[in-house]
């Protein structure tokens, strides 16, 4: 207990201010150099970077803020949102082992937000009287996973002066523009199947954390599982980075895929840690040790989460328990020998006991969390001995 308070002291008093953004990374021949996709430019959601609007499918949604039909424009675009597979994930979730989805991207980009976004807020709120279906409607556009920028563009997009609200869709490998048009209800259809095509296309690419859909990196295979194990991922990213522009292409696009995976394993983890936080505090817990244990600097961006998950009562021995049993229960893990199983074993019987206690806390987010822990320690007691290796 002592120690995890610790840990959650240090965490928060360590927060740092976030650099500056310096210059855009260079890109790779064939795909979109995404300019704005900056904090600064983040009118209010989820911040992105440039590689979260690569390697999956794109919908960009651009709007006016002073549009008198603003609020019914947003509340058209909400039929997108279902393909993030994101929309009502605060309800009935099992946080604990949840995949995120990740093949899907809608990005509204909403022109002088930044300069009245009391108007965007005014326009995402439901209209008095609304029926169900529009209250999910505006509920999954004020989603903590839906981002709002001011400006956002690329080299090849298309022009939207004075044709606002528009519509355009981009799949998974590279940047050419699958459909674009006028964001009336035939132009939103017409883009909804046209991303639904690259979502389709996105889930075949078999993607995995910091490597994306490369199994088997060629060039920077090594490299990079040092990086990983060692978890010193930003040095080996900033690495990776500047050979995008290698005559080699197919170097050029490994290094392009791999810079993205890299990113948006980040970028992803804290969207996450976002949306569960406050209905699972112990995976929270585990994903922000893992978010911090590849990216410190990356403290700012969870503080909020951090300080909610520090005043939960009960909370604590719950977070370091999850964390253990999850180490545990991968897959990879294996005791040295039948005496290091019979320890392991041993210290989750003593964890079982704690866990009786959590069990009866008032706090539900609790009780739930550790009626689930206590199940997945009964099997694990007994598949423990089976995995030690043979001699």
């Not at 993030?84 to 093949?103: F, I, K, Q, S, Y």
């Not at 980040?266 to 699972?280: F, G, P, T, V, W």
């Not at 995976?283 to 990356?298: F, G, N, S």
């Not at 009786?356 to 423990?384: F, H, P, R, W, Y």
């Amino acid at each position: 207990m002592k120690k995890t308070m610790m840990f959650f002291t240090s965490l928060i008093a360590a927060l740092t201010l976030s650099a500056a953004p310096g210059k855009a990374d260079p890109v790779a021949e064939g795909y979109p150099d995404w300019q704005g996709v900056v904090d600064k430019n983040c009118i209010r959601g989820r911040n992105i970077c440039a590689s979260d609007l690569r390697q999956r499918a794109v919908v960009i949604y651009e709007t006016d803020v002073n549009s008198p039909a603003l609020g019914q424009q947003l509340e058209a675009s909400a039929q997108l949102i279902t393909l993030t597979g994101l929309a009502g994930a605060a309800h009935g979730v099992n946080w604990e082992d949840r995949e995120m989805p990740r093949e899907f991207i809608l990005v509204h980009v909403v022109h002088g937000g930044l300069k009245n976004p009391e108007a965007l807020e005014n326009a995402l709120k439901p209209p008095k009287g609304a029926d169900e279906s529009k209250a999910v409607a505006f509920q999954a556009l004020n989603g903590a996973f839906v981002p709002y920028y001011d400006h956002i563009t690329f080299t090849g997009a298309p022009d939207t002066t004075g044709k606002l609200p528009y519509v355009y869709v981009l799949g998974p490998d590279g940047k050419e523009i699958t459909y674009q048009g006028s964001a009336d209800i035939n132009g939103l259809k017409a883009a909804f199947v046209a991303a639904r095509k690259e979502v389709v296309k996105t889930k075949k690419m078999e993607w995995k954390p910091f490597y994306g859909n490369i199994a088997e990196p060629q060039f920077f295979g090594k490299e990079l599982e040092k990086a990983v194990a060692k978890g010193k991922i930003d040095m080996t990213a900033k690495t990776i980075v500047k050979n995008v522009v290698d005559k080699n292409a197919d170097k050029a696009k490994e290094a392009q895929i791999l810079y993205d995976a890299i990113n948006q394993t980040k970028s992803d983890l804290i969207m996450r840690i976002k949306m569960e936080a406050h209905a699972c505090p112990h995976r929270a817990y585990y994903d922000i040790k893992q978010l911090l244990k590849y990216w410190p600097m990356e403290k700012k961006k969870i503080d909020a989460q951090l300080q909610r998950i520090a005043q939960i009562p009960g909370a604590m021995p719950l977070c370091q328990a999850f964390a253990q049993v999850l180490e545990w229960a991968n897959p990879n893990f294996m005791p040295k020998n039948a005496s290091d199983a019979k320890a392991i074993v041993a210290k989750m019987n003593k964890m079982k006991k704690q866990l009786s206690v959590m069990k009866e806390s008032k706090v539900m987010v609790v009780q739930n969390g550790a009626l689930l822990l206590d199940t997945q320690l009964d099997q694990l007691i007994s598949e423990i001995p089976s995995r030690v290796p043979a001699k």
